[in-house]
């Protein structure tokens, strides 16, 4: 009696149409979205920045940028043969304009003869916001080809806070590159931060910070903190050292 019910039970799935034995499939058309799409930017190329760009050095002059001692003082730093480079005793120089979240990409050469060591050989600095004279959040420049400083304080390091996940420095005398997405923090009317800095960072095409929280700005003894600050421009440090800029544009995000 049972063989037999299995017979007829098989019998009649045969029998039965297959959308009542399977599934309905789902129509691929109904997960495409078409609007909005996205806007067309031409990518950037070893000579050119991507057509969205701000051009923050074009090899020519300094007019984008200004005296981070008076916004009313011309950047003091020296122009030649499509770079510029540090004149150590001028002061840091920063961006005119004034930046939130942003994209950045910055190319970087430390002299070829260096005499110091640690901190002393090719030392800058690349504030990713000023927030006043000496002051903001700094992601190191320094020769760590073949030189041993602090872990904390070496090229690509988040000043003091976050450590490279790799030492990816070009021997000096190369020039090199970061791109840097940049976060800015938000507070409260008040002044209470609402959530901390974050930055994401390649060096010569290597990841060294991903997505990592500020603790607040550099210091360079101390524990870092927030003050409260609005969009703030991009510095770049006389620290006394030649060292020298090319290629320098960002994407407000």
Excluded at 100 to 129: C, I, K, M
Excluded at 152 to 175: F, L
Aim: hydrophobic fraction near 40%; include cysteine.
């Amino acid at each position: 009696m049972m063989a037999n019910l299995g017979v007829a039970l098989a019998t009649l799935g045969m029998l039965l149409p297959a959308s009542a034995s399977e599934p309905r499939q789902p129509d691929p058309k109904a997960t495409e979205v078409w609007a909005p799409e996205p806007r067309r930017v031409v990518p950037a190329s070893p000579l050119a920045a991507p057509s969205d760009a701000i051009v923050l050095f074009d090899g020519k002059d300094l007019r984008e940028w200004v005296s981070a001692k008076a916004s009313d003082q011309a950047a003091g730093w020296s122009v030649a043969e499509g770079t510029f480079t540090v004149r150590a005793g001028s002061g840091d120089i920063q961006t005119r304009r004034l930046f939130s979240d942003y994209q950045l990409h910055l190319e970087w050469r430390v002299p070829t003869t260096l005499g110091g060591s640690g901190q002393g050989r090719g030392n800058s600095g690349l504030f990713l916001a000023s927030t006043g004279p000496g002051s903001g959040y700094e992601i190191q420049i320094l020769d760590c080809a073949d030189n041993k400083t602090y872990a904390n304080g070496q090229a690509a390091s988040i000043y003091k806070q976050h450590i490279p996940q790799v030492n990816a420095c070009a021997a000096p005398g190369e020039w090199q590159r970061y791109e840097i997405i940049w976060t800015a923090p938000r507070f409260a009317p008040d002044g209470k931060l609402l959530s901390p800095a974050r930055v994401t960072a390649l060096h010569n095409g290597v990841l060294v910070q991903n997505h990592v929280a500020l603790q607040g700005e550099t210091v360079y003894a101390g524990k870092p903190s927030y003050r409260r600050h609005g969009p703030a421009p991009i510095k770049l440090q006389d620290h006394g050292d030649a060292v020298s800029f090319r290629n320098i544009w960002v994407r407000p995000l």
